[in-house]
């Protein structure tokens, strides 16, 4: 299978002027982990197999996620490293690089899905939405997310 490459692109203006500027990483790693404001949080429904029991659990739409990586991390990238259909399921790996003043730092993680996914969009696109959100966590986004009161 084909390895996809995911670079934003936007019409120049004077917001793309500022994807040429790399900041500090200990910035972007501060300003990822803030708290994420309630207007980027969706509810995702969970429904108990065993029980029955539907819960709602909060999560950041990968298209947020991608805004909040342009505001924070400007010129990050994505990639799709590797793709494996395993079972009745596709296992995809998603590597995030941000580019900061000091270098390049990068992330890896997984995603996965039914092939025969009941939900919202396909197989593929629902586990490389997975990933990248996983990967963006590895660097601090959303981990507010977790914190149980």
Partial sequence: MTHAK??????????????TFRRPIADILADLAKPIPRRFIGQL?????????VSYLDYIPWYHVAKLLDFYAPAWEGEITHIQVMGERIVLTYSLTIHAEEGDFVRTATGQELLDCGS????????????????AAKFGLGLDLYDKD
């Fill in 6 to 19: 995911v670079t934003p692109l936007k019409p120049q203006t004077e917001q793309s002027l500022h994807k």
């Fill in 45 to 53: 429904e969970k429904k108990d197999r065993r029980t029955g029991k």
């Fill in 120 to 135: 919202y969009g396909d197989p593929s696109s629902n586990a490389e939405s997975m990933a990248f959100r996983r990967a």
